[in-house]
């Protein structure tokens, strides 16, 4: 079932979406590259005030940043009060995604703590273009 469709029958159902529902409403809609049915959830997850839990603004980023509008992960990423391994790796995977491995380099120097999905993220990227740096990681 598509995400949209199970969302309007909660409604429908006078069911109060939480921050667990919109989790893995926003999560189907990433592993669907479903931007537009991402934007409409994210929307709701803003006008409800679920935004500010941590685990779903780290599902919107990776939404926004797996379909490639990094300048909303971006946003999101940078107002965030803290930032967490989860989102910079989502951050770092959508640049690399779309060619940008110098900004994802940049923003993989910057970690502090780094995970091994963003070192794995920074391998197959530079892997994947050829290029050499892939090595200096391992």
Do not use: W
Not at 17 to 38: E, N
Not at 90 to 112: K, N, P, V, W
């Amino acid at each position: 079932m598509k995400p949209s469709p199970l969302y309007t029958r909660m409604v429908d159902k006078q069911v109060n979406p939480d921050s667990f529902t919109f989790i893995f409403l926003l999560k189907a809609c990433t592993r669907l590259s479903s931007p537009f049915g991402g934007a409409q959830f994210h929307g709701v997850v803003t006008k409800l005030g679920h935004e500010a839990d941590a685990f779903v603004r780290n599902a919107i980023i990776n939404l926004h940043a797996s379909c490639g509008d990094l300048a909303v992960a971006g946003t999101l990423f940078d107002g965030a009060a803290t930032s967490d391994v989860v989102a910079r790796s989502s951050l770092i995977a959508g640049l690399a995604r779309i060619g940008r491995l110098s900004d994802a380099r940049q923003l993989f120097d910057e970690t502090h703590q780094r995970d091994v999905v963003s070192v794995n993220v920074m391998i197959a990227a530079y892997a994947k273009k050829g290029m050499s740096e892939a090595r200096d990681l391992l």
